[in-house]
């Protein structure tokens, strides 16, 4: 049986809110002009901003690899076969089998 306190955050809803938290603390430190690190909270956003425009980037570029990497082992599927089918007929006509 789990017992739980009223009006007690349970350790999921914590990791929840505690995110949460964090984020309007920082909001309201980038609003307040007195603030003294908010020139450097705000480099921080833009190199956060710039990382993950490089992540998309490079997911877009893991993916086309992928569909480049399947279509090459289509073709190369398709060659072999191909190749393997050849060589029976040349080999039929020569008298010889595989």
Same mark, same amino acid.
């Given at each position: %049986?789990?017992?739980? !306190?009223?009006?007690?955050?349970?350790?999921?809803?914590?990791?929840?809110?505690?995110?949460?938290?964090?984020?309007?603390? @920082?909001?309201?430190?980038?609003?307040?002009?007195? @603030?003294?690190?908010?020139?450097?909270?705000?480099?921080?956003?833009?190199?956060?901003?710039?990382?993950?425009?490089?992540? !998309?980037?490079?997911?877009?570029?893991?993916?086309?690899? !992928?569909?480049?990497?399947?279509?090459?082992?289509?073709?190369?599927?398709?060659?072999?076969?191909?190749?393997?089918?050849?060589?029976?007929?040349?080999?039929?006509?020569?008298?010889?089998? %595989?």
């Amino acid at each position: %049986m789990k017992i739980e !306190k009223f009006g007690a955050l349970s350790n999921d809803r914590k990791e929840v809110v505690l995110p949460e938290i964090v984020n309007r603390v @920082f909001a309201i430190c980038k609003n307040d002009s007195r @603030f003294p690190l908010k020139i450097k909270i705000e480099e921080v956003e833009s190199e956060i901003l710039n990382l993950n425009e490089k992540i !998309k980037k490079q997911e877009s570029l893991i993916e086309k690899s !992928k569909n480049i990497r399947r279509d090459l082992d289509k073709r190369k599927n398709i060659l072999e076969a191909y190749n393997y089918e050849l060589r029976e007929k040349i080999l039929e006509s020569l008298g010889s089998e %595989m």
